[in-house]
């Protein structure tokens, strides 16, 4: 080693480096670190140079312990940007950053540098230094700064594979810094690998750890005490650790107790594990004292939604009390995935909660969090929503205080006896009350059941037939009877009761006898008309063209659907008429047309400004809601596109024409069909691929909707001057690039809430995921409009270039004929 100022057992940078202002960028000084210089902390506990790791002749520059004999190292800067050679320079720069040079031709190049994360200030009187602290940070400051908060920038903010005592892995909220720690590829390889583990900035953040883009393990939400997971997590001899949740902050740290200890974390791409080691000096190794994921039921999602790992069994998934298999087959051969669905349906509100005790608490991508709300009122704040599924304490110390509350599948649980904590989800009443009566004959309690539950789902039944009686009341139809026709084997009945059949002769002297003059358009099974009943009503009546098939499967299916549903954003079926041959639909009437004609229109948008554009997309969202999840009914509508939603006069938005929706079992999450109908440009590519849908393939069109909206552009058709990328791909583009916000029509731009606009294209993206999995279910995505909590990142999207996989030239699909806009449909049966 060139004996050089470095062989001093601690070095004060500023000795060696000289002030910022003396030294180019480009020119390597004297006073720089050299390859084959280190430099030690002052306490003697690291040191910092340069390094070849394993087989690699690779040059790398980094942090080691100085006195264990098993070269082991902490920190790496140039980790994707190898050294090839000896001319590694390590010096700080004019601007005040920490550079990393190396020669060529004679001059130096710059392959690694220090980002600031706080501004150098350039009329400062002392001169910027940097020393390595005996924690085995590396830190940039100025000369006479000892405190944390006067860093200019720090080694333990960009963390590789390791977490020494005092690091934190977690969030700057303030600045958006993300510490997360990523693996080497390899022992002779430090670039990153694909195991990495870090905090997930939900409403309800939890530590997680990820293979490429597979989650493999979570170590559950902080419960006060420790991740609700982590069983092993107790106050030890070694060190302390704590997480840290604020409004600026989402972290966890641990400190040494002993400072004799060596004891770090890291990332081990051979085990794909987390795992804390110390140093055992007698033996000369390192000894693993804990590893994540520790056993089977610690693999993310083993057992599928709604099951619940129980290490101490064989097989060890179960599906959680009132669930059953969803899949018995392959349960049964012990694949879990498919995991598991209810023994009976909900009935929200008339719902209550069964206690599950000592778990670790699911999943908490779609959480909502309020931390001063106790049980009981969590209780009520769960039960008055019938998205959520499930709530528990935030806090489990002293008895228990705050308020979690889970939307959506309940995934990854697992039984943790000793230091699990209580978690509440939702049943229907007849499934409590059948526990109950088990629970008198056998005398073991483990279920609670909300009492409120049955008083106000009384009280709301009540509401609902009253209002019902008036509107049929309202509606005054001239006739009455179930809308049936045996011919047709159509028979409906509305909420149970019956939708009113009108005669041919009142529509057609409603419609002027159906005169070109009234048409409203032209949509999946025939014309639409404008008329107006005897006492003044305006309706609009879908006619079935007479020598449609197709035609009559859509009638059928959009009467059998719609007929059952009745909410604010959906458009209101009023009856209809089927005589001889004519098969009507007669539906309110929207003055204000569709969607389309206001978004993509310049200057019809102008008519709209931004708070009437999130009112719609919030209406929107909040109707494919109660389809998906709030009515009687679980419908996938699998053609939601702009102009399927119409505008009445307030311009409020009903989603429309339920031809193509299938109804699913409640207990079903997708399916395929061979017969790909929709509309290009709205399709989720699983949809459009593979035939798979679901109400997350519905997410994906509203995804695709909320971005039309934002930006006043089609997705399908979108054109761009620099790149071919469809309107999501523009999207994702501005979003990488740190300029979301330029998607949004400049129509708007005086009228947006900034944070509003760039909270919906977020939601645009997360809604647009390649896969269904990283689709939000719309109650978080009604959660996420209404909130300004943080959400989860979106990734790459799907479909996000120019043409899908139908549209080109050789796919192998069929090819159905259609233009831009319209839906496709095709002549099989349904
Ligand atoms: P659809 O068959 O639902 O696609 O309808 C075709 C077109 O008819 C729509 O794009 C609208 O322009 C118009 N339309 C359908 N239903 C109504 C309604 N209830 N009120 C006003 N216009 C409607």
């Known amino acids: 080693m060139v004996v050089l100022y470095f062989l001093l057992l601690w070095i004060e940078l500023h000795d060696v480096f000289p002030r910022a202002s003396n030294v180019a960028d480009t020119i390597i000084s004297s006073q720089s670190l050299s390859d084959g210089q280190t430099l030690v902390s002052q306490g003697g506990s690291f040191e910092l140079g340069f390094f070849s790791p394993g087989n690699s002749r690779k040059r790398y520059l980094g942090i080691w312990y100085k006195n264990i004999p098993i070269r082991t190292f902490v920190w790496v800067a140039n980790r994707e940007n190898p050294i090839n050679d000896f001319s590694g320079v390590l010096m700080i720069n004019s601007t005040g950053s920490l550079v990393l040079l190396i020669h060529t031709n004679g001059s130096g190049t710059v392959i690694w540098s220090s980002s600031l994360s706080k501004e150098a200030d350039h009329h400062q009187i002392n001169p910027i230094v940097a020393q390595l602290l005996d924690s085995g940070n590396l830190v940039l400051k100025d000369e006479k700064g000892s405190e944390p908060e006067s860093y200019l920038w720090q080694s333990f903010d960009y963390p590789t594979d390791t977490l020494l005592p005092g690091m934190k892995v977690g969030w700057d909220l303030r600045s958006g810094l993300n510490r997360r720690l990523t693996s080497w590829k390899s022992a002779d390889d430090p670039s990153p690998g694909d195991l990495s583990y870090g905090i997930e900035l939900h409403n309800f953040p939890e530590p997680s750890m990820w293979k490429g883009h597979t989650k493999i393990y979570r170590a559950g939400p902080w419960n006060g005490i420790r991740y609700s997971g982590a069983f092993d997590l107790r106050p030890n001899p070694l060190y302390q650790f704590d997480f840290n949740l604020s409004q600026e902050a989402a972290f966890y740290t641990y400190q040494l107790k002993n400072k004799s200890v060596i004891t770090r974390t890291t990332l081990s791409p051979t085990t794909n594990s987390y795992d804390r080691s110390t140093w055992v000096e007698v033996d000369r190794t390192w000894e693993v004292y804990v590893s994540v994921p520790r056993d089977h039921c610690d693999s993310y999602g083993l057992c599928g939604a709604h099951g619940i790992c129980v290490i101490s069994e064989s097989p060890v998934c179960e599906c959680l009390k009132g669930f059953m298999p969803k899949s018995p087959e392959s349960w049964n051969s012990m694949d879990w995935s498919n995991g598991c669905v209810r023994d009976k349906p909900l009935n929200c509100p008339e719902d209550g909660f069964a206690k599950f005790e000592g778990v670790k608490v699911p999943d908490t991508t779609y959480t909502w969090v309020n931390t001063s709300k106790n049980l009981k009122g969590c209780q009520a704040k769960c039960l008055a929503n019938c998205s959520c599924m499930a709530y528990t304490n935030t806090d489990i110390r002293s008895g228990g205080s705050g308020c979690a509350m889970w939307f959506g599948d309940l995934i990854d649980i697992r039984q943790l006896p000793a230091s699990g904590q209580d978690l509440y989800i939702r049943m229907p009443n007849s499934e409590l009350s059948m526990w109950a009566n088990n629970w008198s004959k056998m005398k073991s309690a483990v279920v609670t059941v909300a009492a409120i539950a049955t008083v106000s789902g009384m009280l709301i039944i009540s509401l609902i037939l009253s209002s019902f009686t008036t509107f049929k009341k309202k509606t005054k139809a001239n006739n009455v009877g179930v809308c049936r026709n045996k011919d047709h084997n159509i028979e409906v009945q509305k909420e149970d009761q019956e939708l009113p059949l009108f005669k041919l002769t009142t529509i057609a002297n409603a419609t002027n006898n159906f005169s070109p003059n009234n048409k409203l358009g032209e949509g999946g099974f025939g014309a639409v008309y404008k008329g107006a009943l005897l006492d003044g009503q305006e309706i609009a009546v879908k006619r079935l063209s007479m020598n449609s098939r197709q035609g009559l499967t859509e009638f059928k299916n959009e009467v059998i659907l719609i007929a059952k549903l009745q909410h604010r954003n959906l458009v209101r079926l009023l009856g209809c008429c089927i005589q001889g041959e004519e098969m009507m639909l007669i539906y309110e009437y929207m003055p204000n047309k569709s969607l389309d004609y206001f978004i993509f229109d310049q200057t019809r948008s102008k008519l709209l400004d931004w708070s009437r554009c999130f009112h719609i997309i919030c209406g929107i969202a909040r109707g494919l809601l109660y389809l998906h999840q709030d009515s009687r009914l679980r419908i996938i509508h699998r053609d939601l596109k702009a102009s399927n939603v119409l505008l009445d006069d307030e311009m409020t938005p009903k989603i429309s024409d339920f031809g193509l929706a299938k109804n699913f079992e409640s207990d079903q ?144 699909m069929r090819k159905p004929c259609s233009n831009n806009e319209l839906t496709l449909t095709s002549l099989e049966a349904r």
Request: proline letters at 8%; glycine letters at 8%; one cysteine or more.
């Open 669 to 812: 999450n997708e399916a395929r069909t061979r017969r790909i109908v929709g509309t290009y440009g709205y399709m989720a590519p699983e949809y459009a691929i593979d035939g798979l849908y679901s109400i997350k393939s519905d997410v994906f069109s509203f995804g695709v909707l909320l971005l039309e909206i934002v930006s006043g552009e089609k997705n399908r058709g979108f054109d761009h001057p620099s790149h071919s990328l469809n309107l999501i791909g523009h999207a994702w583009k501005l979003w990488n690039e740190g300029k979301p916000f330029e998607l949004m029509n400049a129509l708007y731009m005086d009228s947006c809430s900034v944070s509003v606009v760039l909270r919906c294209i977020h939601i645009g993206l997360l809604c647009v995921q390649q896969h269904p999995e990283d689709r939000p279910n719309m109650s978080y995505v009604v959660l996420m409009l209404d909130n300004e909590s943080p959400m989860p990142q979106p990734k790459q999207p799907g479909f996000f270039i120019g043409r899908n996989p139908l549209e080109e030239p050789n796919s192998s």
